[in-house]
């Protein structure tokens, strides 16, 4: 006498294992293309900086795309890209900004232009124009490039004791391109984009 079901002892067994198909990666630039791409809100404002892949990851999802691109091309199975140097996004973003700019040496060396406030050779440190022992302060308004020599000389005395003056009042920077400085080093081809000077550039 047969049981019910018999002979189809598979029946409601789980069937063989299938991995998931991998999806095909993205282009990857090359070590001789750019490594950092300008990324422009929908509205064409500078929002940040971001790695070629990623911004070729966007383009590719139709999240963005290329408004300046380098000679340099990638390969894929199934696509080639410029690299982009600079994409915009296909929809506004809101993103809120700091009221100032972060203050860091660099960008104290890149406001005042690589160069001493007080001699004009080139600048290897920062100075408080008023000595922080005397109550001044770690801001904008009070910091500047200065060369070793004159930071040494200069020590912990003022403007006024020395006969030195300043060739102008140092100042918080203000623009686009100053929220990117603290990245990495402007790419001259995202100049039109920025707004950016030459001091800010070098």
Request: charged residues 20%; hydrophobic residues 35%.
């Amino acid at each position: 006498m047969s049981r019910a079901g018999s002979g189809s002892s598979s029946a409601g067994q789980p069937g063989p294992r299938r991995d998931p198909v991998p999806l095909p990666l993205p282009p990857v630039p090359g070590r001789g293309t750019t490594a950092a791409t300008l990324l422009l809100n929908a509205t064409y404002e500078p929002l940040c900086v971001v790695s070629s892949r990623r911004a070729i990851v966007l383009v590719l999802a139709d999240k963005a795309v290329s408004v300046d691109c380098a000679a340099e091309v990638v390969h894929a199975e199934t696509v080639s890209l410029p690299v982009p140097v600079v994409v915009r996004l296909t929809r506004y973003v809101r993103v809120p900004y700091p009221a100032q700019v972060p203050l860091s040496r660099r960008a104290v060396f890149t406001r005042d232009g690589q160069t001493c406030v007080y001699c004009g050779s080139s600048a290897t440190s920062i100075d408080h124009v008023v000595p922080r022992s005397r109550g001044g302060t770690h801001t904008w308004d009070n910091v500047v490039a200065a060369c070793r020599r004159c930071n040494h000389t200069k020590a912990d005395r003022s403007l006024a004791e020395l006969g030195w003056k300043l060739p102008h009042p140092p100042r918080a920077p203000t623009g686009a391109a100053w929220r990117l400085l603290g990245h990495r080093t402007v790419d001259p081809r995202w100049g039109e984009w920025l707004g950016i000077t030459d001091s800010v550039s070098a």
